[in-house]
């Protein structure tokens, strides 16, 4: 992810690099409630101009996903008719848990821009010790979210190892899309 200074200094208070949010819905962090609440698309990437609203709403649903607000991040996530939009949405069904749900999401996404880092950092993240029914990240040539929503499924009910694989998985996925849609909603690439 790109350094939180390089951020509005609006989303960048509200960034928090080194939280991994769980795999399921998780207790919203109170302490961020009012900083999220006051985040609006026509301000919160100040001083930098919105060129895309579609992308600094996802921004916003994925602030509010990160800090484990299901039910906020799916308002927003839902009305927007976008790829990056219905990848958010797909994310947070993924925590909810909803899986049948996340996967019709992914479906509407199709193909996406992260999909190939996604895919270098997840067989980055698979150790020797993993456990075998995660092995599959380290030799997959395509990201496939239909497949991580299964394991992350297995992983609830799983070993710790497999969580915190699936818990890190879970948060480079959510950096990556979260510095592409704010880099298309400043019009930065």
């Known amino acids: 992810m790109t350094a939180t200074s390089t951020f509005a200094p609006a989303i960048a208070e509200v960034l928090v690099p080194d939280l991994l949010p769980p795999l399921g819905p998780g207790t919203p962090n109170e302490g961020f409630h009012a900083k ?7 301000t919160a990437f100040a001083p930098q101009a919105v060129r895309d609203r ?13 800090h484990g607000y299901l039910d906020e991040s799916h308002k927003i996530s839902q009305e927007i008719e976008t790829t990056s939009g219905s990848y958010w949405h797909g994310l947070m069904h993924r925590r909810e848990p909803d899986y049948g749900n996340s996967k019709y999401w992914f479906r509407r996404v199709g193909p996406h821009t992260v999909f190939d880092v996604l895919c270098k950092d ?4 698979v150790g020797p010790d993993a456990p075998s029914v995660s092995r599959f990240l380290a030799t997959q040539t395509t990201w496939d979210p239909a497949v991580f929503i299964d394991l992350c499924a297995t992983a609830v009910k ?18 990556l899309l979260f510095d592409y849609c704010y880099r298309k909603a400043i019009g930065a690439g």
């Open 158 to 175: 799983g070993p710790e190892p497999l969580v915190k694989l699936c818990r890190q998985v879970q948060h480079s996925e959510w950096r």
């Open 36 to 42: 999220l609440k006051n985040l609006q698309i026509d």
């Open 122 to 125: 997840a067989k980055a993240l």
């Open 54 to 66: 579609d992308m600094a709403a996802c921004c916003l649903a994925g602030l509010w996903l990160l």
